[in-house]
């Protein structure tokens, strides 16, 4: 079975970091394009970060302000966010898919989501 899995949200306080992790089960990573993206309470799921299938080429929404970094291996994903705000708060996805979509959210695999909460 085809699984994405994701792990290490949280609460934490503004200006903080968090490393989320996203797992693949039932295939590998190697031939897929991956991202995160981000979902608010009464808000539309946005696009985060992305990267290649072969890692060389990445793309993030203008929102992470070089505070988040995707990176890869070919059975995990990962999202390490420093200087978080409260505005970041939000469910976080893992996606995954053959076709280089960048943050098109039209990906054919998605995680269930980790919730990150940035709060004093």
């Known amino acids: 079975q085809v699984q994405l899995v994701e792990s290490g949200g949280g609460l934490v306080q503004p200006g903080s970091s968090l490393r989320l992790s996203c797992a693949a089960f039932g295939f590998t990573l190697d031939d897929y394009a991956v991202a995160w993206f981000r979902q608010a309470p009464g808000k539309e799921r946005e696009g985060v970060s992305c990267i290649s299938s072969d890692g060389g080429s990445r793309f993030d929404a203008d929102f992470v302000k070089g505070r988040f970094t995707i990176s890869r291996d070919n059975a995990n994903m990962y999202l390490q966010m420093h200087d978080l705000e409260p505005q970041d708060t939000a469910v976080y996805y893992c996606?995954?898919?053959?076709?280089?979509?960048?943050?098109?959210?039209?990906?054919?695999?998605w995680g269930q989501g980790t919730q990150v909460t940035v709060s004093s």
């Open positions: 996606a995954a898919d053959r076709a280089e979509k960048r943050l098109d959210p039209d990906y054919d695999y």
